[in-house]
């Protein structure tokens, strides 16, 4: 089974950029559509991004759109989630997640998780 590594995390100002990566073993990535959620203190595991197994279709939840970017690079297989234009309410712990499903974009759907990384968005 697949197991998942999440890298990238910090602080960062607001109106700054990270990439978070998620290098995946164990499994060939291309076998898995993958997902980013957050987590917020006192919060919910929230969906992010997600990047189906073909590497084309993605979705992203209403407040990163336009400034969220998830893709794949099936060769080195790593997903990434470049994140541009932070605010401080993106402040949360970030996870990646595989499922075999084509596309998935709950969090039930993906059986493999991460351990998550830190993304701290000063204002």
């Known amino acids: 089974q697949v197991q998942l590594v999440e890298s990238g995390g910090g602080l960062v100002q607001a109106g700054g950029s990270l990439r978070l990566s998620c290098a995946a073993s164990?499994?060939?990535?291309?076998?898995?559509?993958l997902g980013w959620f957050r987590q917020a203190p006192g919060k919910e595991r929230q969906f992010a991004a997600a990047?189906?197994?073909?590497?084309?279709?993605?979705y992203y939840e209403d407040s990163v759109k336009g400034r969220f970017t998830t893709s794949r690079d099936n060769a080195k297989n790593t997903v990434y989630l470049q994140m541009n234009s932070l605010k401080p309410e993106d402040t949360a712990v970030y996870y990646c997640a595989a499922t075999p499903n084509f596309m998935a974009t709950t969090a039930h759907e993906f059986p493999f998780w991460g351990q998550g990384t830190q993304v701290t968005v000063s204002s």
């Open positions: 990047i189906g197994r073909n590497g084309v279709t993605t």
């Open positions: 164990g499994g060939t990535l291309s076998s898995y559509s």
